[in-house]
C-alpha cells in the first residue's frame, strides 16, 4: 500500500483520537505531540530566521541606517498619542510570545501600543570597547556576534532569549557580577523617545539623573532606543570548578569567600536542599585540557543542573573546561529546572526518544 495512505490513516486515527479525548486533554497529557509536530518546526524556522537575518543586517552594516528610521516612526507614534489626547497609558507592542515571562500581558489590550521593532547590534566599537545595540537585540544574538570576533559582555545573563531592553529597565545579574555588577552597571549610555516625542542622550555626565534612574524603571521613564555596553577580550574556554558543600553555614561562607575572591571570574552556586549544595567558580582560558573538555551546549547533553548534581552525589572535586558560548547559555535549554518542574524528571530523555521515533517515522513515510 502506498506509505502516503498510511501517513493519512495515522492522521485520521490521529484526529479521531483528539476529538475523543479533547484537545486540552492531548495538550496537557501528551506535550510532546503538540511540540514535535508544531513548536520545534516552527522554533527552528524562527531562530534561522532571526539569526541569517541578524547577521546579514550586520555585515551590510544596513541597521544604523535603519535605526534612525525606526527612532523616527516610534516619535511619530509616540508624538499622535500627544494629539489623540494621551487619554492611554503607553506600552511597547511586543506581542507576548515573544516574551520569556509565561504572564499574560492583559494591560496591552487597553494601553496604546507603541511599535517598536528594533533588535539589531549596531556597532561593535573595539577601541572604546563598547558595543551599541537595539532594546530589543538578545543575549543569544549578542554572545554569537561579539564571540566571534573575540569579545564579550562582562555581565551576560544566560537565557538567549533575554533582551538588552528588559535587562536594562528591570534588572540582569550573572556568575560574573561578583566583579562587574548587575547588568546595569557595564551600561555606558542610554538612549531614549520620552513621552512628548523627544530623542534623548543620558550617560553618567549628560542627563545624569536620568541615567541612573532608568534602571529597574520597568519602562516608565520613556522608550529605549538604544543602549551602549562595555565589552571585554573573549577566551574559547571557561575552566570550571566544581566544589560539593553540605551544611547551610558552610555552603553561605563558601559562597561568600569564593565571590570575594576577584580571581574568580565566575562564581555560581546551585542548592539541591537546605543543606546541599554545588559551588562552581570558573575563569576564561585560551587553552584546554582535552580530556576534560565538556560541550555542555548540545543537544543531547543532560541539563546543566542536572550535570552539575552528578558532582554533588559523588561527592567530589572535578574540573572541567566548557566553551566560552556554551557556558553562557549553559541554564537556556532547561529554562534552570522549569521545564523539570512543569514536566517530570525523566522529560528529558522521554522527550528525545519521542522526537526521535517522530523525526523516523516521517523519513520512513515520505
Known amino acids: 500500500m502506498d506509505p502516503l495512505l498510511y501517513l493519512g490513516g495515522l492522521v485520521i486515527l490521529f484526529l479521531v483520537w483528539i476529538k475523543v479525548k479533547g484537545l486540552e486533554y492531548v495538550i496537557v497529557h501528551q506535550r510532546w505531540i503538540f511540540v ?30 535603519q535605526h534612525d528610521q525606526r527612532v523616527r516612526d516610534i516619535q511619530r507614534q509616540v508624538r499622535e498619542w500627544k494629539t489623540e489626547g494621551g487619554k492611554k497609558h503607553m506600552c511597547t507592542g511586543r506581542p507576548g510570545w515573544l516574551t520569556v515571562s509565561l504572564r ?75 566583579i562587574y555588577g548587575l547588568f546595569q552597571h557595564i551600561c555606558v549610555a542610554f538612549e531614549l523617545v520620552l513621552a512628548d516625542g523627544s530623542l534623548v542622550r543620558c550617560t553618567e555626565k549628560e542627563n545624569s539623573d536620568l541615567f541612573y534612574a532608568v534602571p529597574w524603571s520597568c519602562g516608565t521613564l520613556g522608550f529605549l532606543v538604544a543602549a551602549e555596553i562595555r565589552i571585554i577580550p573573549a577566551r574559547k574556554w571557561v575552566k570550571l570548578r566544581y566544589e560539593s558543600i553540605r551544611g547551610l553555614d558552610a555552603i553561605c561562607k563558601k559562597f561568600a569567600e569564593e565571590s570575594a575572591n576577584k580571581e574568580n571570574q565566575f562564581v555560581e552556586g546551585l542548592q539541591y536542599s537546605r543543606d546541599e549544595a554545588v559551588i562552581m567558580t570558573g575563569t576564561m582560558t585560551d587553552h584546554a585540557e582535552p580530556d576534560k573538555t565538556n560541550c555542555i551546549g548540545y543537544y543531547y547533553k543532560p541539563w546543566f543542573f542536572r550535570h552539575v548534581e552528578g558532582f554533588l552525589k559523588q561527592n567530589r572535586v572535578a574540573v572541567e573546561y566548557i566553551p566560552l558560548r556554551h557556558y553562557y547559555h549553559r541554564h537556556t535549554r532547561s529554562i534552570f529546572w522549569e521545564l523539570q518542574v512543569n514536566y517530570s524528571g525523566k522529560f528529558h530523555s522521554t522527550y528525545i526518544l519521542k522526537c526521535g521515533i517522530f523525526l523516523f517515522l516521517i523519513f520512513i513515510f515520505i
Not at 514535535?36 to 541597521?63: E, G, N, Q, T
Open 104 to 178: 499574560v500581558g492583559k494591560y496591552k489590550k487597553t494601553h496604546k501600543n507603541i511599535m517598536i521593532n528594533m533588535m539589531d547590534i549596531l556597532e561593535v566599537d573595539t577601541k572604546r570597547q563598547v558595543v551599541r545595540v537595539e532594546p530589543l537585540a538578545n543575549m543569544g544574538q549578542v554572545t554569537a556576534l561579539l564571540n566571534s570576533i573575540g569579545w564579550t559582555l562582562p555581565v551576560l545573563p544566560e537565557l538567549d532569549d533575554l533582551t538588552v531592553g528588559g535587562l536594562v529597565m528591570g534588572t540582569g545579574i550573572e556568575s560574573s557580577s561578583n
Open 36 to 65: 514535535c509536530l508544531f513548536l520545534l518546526p516552527l522554533s527552528v524556522i524562527f531562530d534561522v530566521y532571526y539569526y541569517l537575518r541578524a547577521w546579514i543586517i550586520f555585515k551590510m552594516c544596513s541597521a544604523p541606517k
